[in-house]
């Protein structure tokens, strides 16, 4: 196979478009699983691969040294800067690795669509697609069914203790809803609905209870 250097204007009009489609079909699929790289990340990650490589090859062409693969590795280093902003890792949890991936994927199919490699492009963003969209009903099935349980935390003030939960919370990988407070004179109950897997529950039940200012805390299921 064989990559051609002397690049017309169709041939980048092509090329920008190829990019261009592959990066909003797989910008949103994850719009639709609201994540932090949406369509327009996804589509100027992929855009802006192809421009760095079409204009390495421009420029190698325009002083007789064109070796795209100079350029390549620097895409393949600055995208990994990019992946590793979205990695967070709270108490022992790591959240947005598929978000890294999948930005490190969309500069490889930008790269490949700007050498003009299109059915290595478009099959490999199928296969994208396949992965980020049909694989997650198999996580699910192996990590186990979600659960929704209600939690009923007795506090001692609603100062620095309420903070305290609500940070844990939010760094927890499932979703709460539904949160109240009550005064009940002598102690302040904080009651709110808590979705995830039944490992994840047991981590939440365990950090809350380490929390300075819980008293007691019940998690119900199906309450």
């Not at 079409?54 to 325009?62: D, K, P």
């Not at 009903?137 to 003030?157: F, N, P, Q």
């Amino acid at each position: 196979m064989t990559i051609d250097l002397d690049l017309t204007m169709s041939d980048l009009i092509t090329r920008l478009l190829c990019s261009l489609v592959i990066g909003i079909f797989i910008g949103l699929e994850r719009e639709m699983q609201h994540k932090a790289a949406g369509l327009r990340t996804s589509v100027l990650i992929c855009l802006g691969s192809t421009v760095f490589t079409i204009a390495s090859i421009q420029f190698g062409t325009l002083v007789g040294l064109a070796d795209p693969s100079r350029i390549a590795a620097q895409i393949v280093t600055g995208i990994g800067f990019l992946g590793a902003g979205t990695i967070l890792q709270t108490r022992g949890s790591v959240h947005g690795l598929t978000t890294a991936a999948t930005i490190w994927v969309m500069a490889s199919l930008g790269l490949a669509v700007g050498l003009g490699l299109y059915a290595l492009g478009f099959g490999s963003a199928i296969l994208a697609l396949i992965v980020l969209h049909s694989f997650q009903a198999i996580e699910h099935a192996v990590r186990g069914k979600k659960s929704t349980c209600t939690y009923t935390l007795k506090l001692s003030d609603t100062g620095p203790a309420l903070v305290r939960i609500m940070k844990a919370v939010q760094q927890s990988p499932g979703e709460a809803k539904q949160l109240s407070m009550v005064n009940r004179h002598d102690h302040y109950e904080l009651v709110f609905n808590y979705t995830d897997v039944d490992e994840a529950h047991c981590i939440l039940v365990a950090e809350l209870s380490k929390t300075q200012g819980v008293v007691e805390i019940t998690a119900d299921q199906g309450r």
